[in-house]
């Protein structure tokens, strides 16, 4: 029974030897972790604004979009850098 582990042990170190050698991946992007990307109504949604500040905020160049293909994408980083640098916070309803 122990020469069977021992043999399974030999034959899992040997394909794992083997899938480390294996390129997964043709690009050149391997270090790069995906990211979602975030939709103009996303971005809405979580900074909280209204479709007129959105366009606005795109014409003076605050929101860049990452990509424009179809319609605005944007990174959640660029989105991140957004709320940092304009010390954006979470917005309080004072009842009246």
Known sequence: MDKLFLQFGDKLNVM????????YCKCNYKNEALVAWLSK??????????NATYYNWRKNGILDPASTQGEDRYIPKQINKIVLGRKYRERHKYDK
Do not use: G, N, P, Q
């Open 16 to 23: 794992h030897t083997l899938l480390l050698e294996m390129a």
């Open 41 to 50: 109504e996303d971005v809405i949604a979580h900074l909280r604004i209204s």
